[in-house]
């Protein structure tokens, strides 16, 4: 991607020590490697490299993980696999299945920490929507997630481990067509593990889906959107606010990251990528929904190529919230088509079994207001920081 020093996307660069690394003289954990780390790391055991595509064929062609089975390895190399690599992924603890069709699974993620996927079937596609992280910081007001503080996040092994848990359980002709990071956590808070995670997704020696069947949503980290482009995979930003001040209120990011600042990273996005991008928009009774919000909507993104998914709000408990009732749903929606809007109304799938957009989590409390303090943001360069602070100082200025 074309992102240089001027541009809204540039990289920035920091340090990460919240991303949980392996213990030394344990054996790796296969699913945490690309095959060139595999290479890299098999070499350094005094065992010959082309061995990985080997390995990579039998995990992820064959689905066959005992070293037993893998023919092709010389005899002395299979009993030396065990102490090397291992194929453990994360346990699943509960596999549950909505009328519709929808099913969520609850991984164990060890420590007695968790997380859900959620594989959602329609007409043509069957789509795994996949979690990020334990926790989330961002506590964004109408998601049940928003609700637990940042745990821990996920290491590379733990996502793609969901997806390949989900993959073994299909019923025989099913697979999983589409990704989107959409799940617990956000994604672009845990970068490294998320994007080495797409990288064994697209790629032909890993499971081998079109980078275009991956989407990642974001609830906008400006500094970390490049990354999306670069890896070449469709972007979706959660917008949930028609203008800065509803924003602000139900997503806390808003106040570090304003829907100008949000808008212009968009529109980079798309002159880099050429790919549409998708806008999440939760409709929140009484507070997201009504006909002047639409048209507010329509112009914020109106120099945005986009299509624009809206979502109404999926209840938990204790979420203060309340979902707009059909006609002021189907009103808002009328709206936005006469706007001339590309626009979704999206279907909400496995409510009966709380697996609906927003509602994943497993604990109890929420963070009323966005905490970094343990966050990956908080690592950013001094430069950085001073800017954002900058920023945010004027913004509150202008309140
Ligand atoms: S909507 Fe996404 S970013 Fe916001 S709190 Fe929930 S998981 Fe985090």
Redesign the pocket.
């Known amino acids: 991607m074309e992102a240089n020093a001027g541009s809204i996307l540039a990289p920035v660069n920091y340090s990460d020590d919240n991303v949980a690394k392996p213990l030394e003289n344990q054996p790796v954990n296969f699913y945490s490697l690309t095959l060139e780390d595999l290479k890299a790391y098999i070499k350094s055991k005094g065992k010959e490299q082309f061995r990985a595509q080997q390995i990579f064929k039998w995990v992820y062609e064959q689905r066959v993980t005992d070293p037993e089975q893998m023919t092709n390895l010389s005899k002395e190399f299979r009993q030396d696999l065990p102490a090397i690599l291992s194929f453990e992924l994360p346990p699943v603890l509960q596999h549950l299945k909505s009328v519709d069709g929808t099913q969520k699974f609850l991984f164990d993620m060890k420590d007695g920490m968790s997380v859900e996927a959620v594989v959602i079937p329609s007409e043509d596609r069957l789509t795994l929507c996949i979690s990020s992280e334990v926790g989330?910081n961002?506590?964004?007001k109408f998601?049940f997630?928003?609700k637990q503080k940042l745990k821990r996040r996920l290491r590379t092994e733990d996502i793609v481990g969901q997806f390949m848990q989900v993959h073994d359980r299909l019923a025989e002709g099913q697979r999983i067509t589409n990704i989107v990071f959409m799940g617990?956590?956000?994604p672009l808070d845990n970068p490294e593990a998320v994007f080495k995670t797409i990288d064994v997704i697209h790629s032909p020696w890993g499971i081998n889906l079109s980078r275009k069947k991956i989407t990642v949503s974001t609830?906008g980290i400006v500094p970390e959107m490049w990354r999306v482009a670069d890896a070449k995979v469709r972007l979706a930003v959660?917008l949930n606010g028609p203008n800065d001040e509803i924003r602000s209120q139900v997503?806390p990011i808003n106040k570090r990251w304003d829907t100008k600042t949000l808008l212009e990273a968009c529109k980079e996005h798309y002159r880099v990528s050429k790919d549409k991008i998708t806008f999440e928009y939760v409709l929140l009774k009484g507070i997201t929904d009504q006909l002047e919000h639409a048209r507010q909507l329509v112009k914020l993104v109106k120099d945005v190529p986009c299509k624009i998914n809206i979502i109404p709000f999926n209840e938990h408990p204790g979420s203060g919230y309340e979902r707009p009732d059909d006609d002021t749903i189907q009103a808002f929606h009328t709206e936005l088509m006469n706007l001339g809007a590309h626009v979704l109304l999206r279907r909400s799938m496995g409510r009966d079994i709380f697996a609906a957009c927003?509602q994943l989590t497993t604990v109890k409390e929420r963070p009323q207001t966005m905490d970094i303090s343990n966050s990956r943001l908080a690592g950013l360069p001094k430069y950085k920081r001073e800017l954002l602070a900058a920023q945010e100082a004027e913004q509150n200025n202008q309140q």
């Open positions: 989330c961002m506590a964004c998601c997630t928003g617990m956590g956000e609830s959660s997503m927003g």
